[in-house]
């Protein structure tokens, strides 16, 4: 699952239209993805950042992550200091503070996206 930060590389891929890309931007909108059944899909979307986060948490929160199992959080773009923030303000799910694993996404996966997402891989209970 992911905020992402800009709609700009989703309409480059072809994913969104310029109309839809231009609207969004002015608008301030943040989409959340979630990988299901191999398949990317939105499962919501908020004004800004600070809520696109808020969203994750919350829709986190409903399902709590199996600690049992690999987890992690993870960013695109060469700055990691938005995850681990994202981690330190969020101590009553990333429980593990320091140890929880910050991850660089890949350039497949960051191509689509574009720098300044923010998300996590977790199994569900």
Do not use: C
């Not at 301030?28 to 919501?44: R, S, T």
């Not at 700055?79 to 593990?96: C, F, H, L, M, R």
């Amino acid at each position: 699952m992911a905020v992402l930060d800009t709609l700009e590389y989703l309409k480059k891929g072809g994913r969104i239209s310029s109309v839809v890309a231009l609207l969004g931007n002015m608008l301030n909108l943040k989409p959340i993805v979630k990988a299901v059944d191999g398949k990317v899909k939105m499962i919501g979307k908020t004004r800004g950042k600070r809520k696109g986060l808020e969203f994750m948490n919350n829709y986190i929160g409903e399902k709590w992550i199996d600690f049992s199992m690999p987890y992690g959080v993870f960013y695109t773009g060469l700055d990691e200091s938005g995850a681990k923030v994202y981690v330190q303000n969020n101590p009553t799910i990333w429980q593990d503070g320091e140890k929880t694993p910050v991850y660089i996404m890949g350039s497949t996966i960051g191509t689509h996206v574009g720098p300044g997402a923010i998300g996590v891989a977790y199994f569900e209970k």
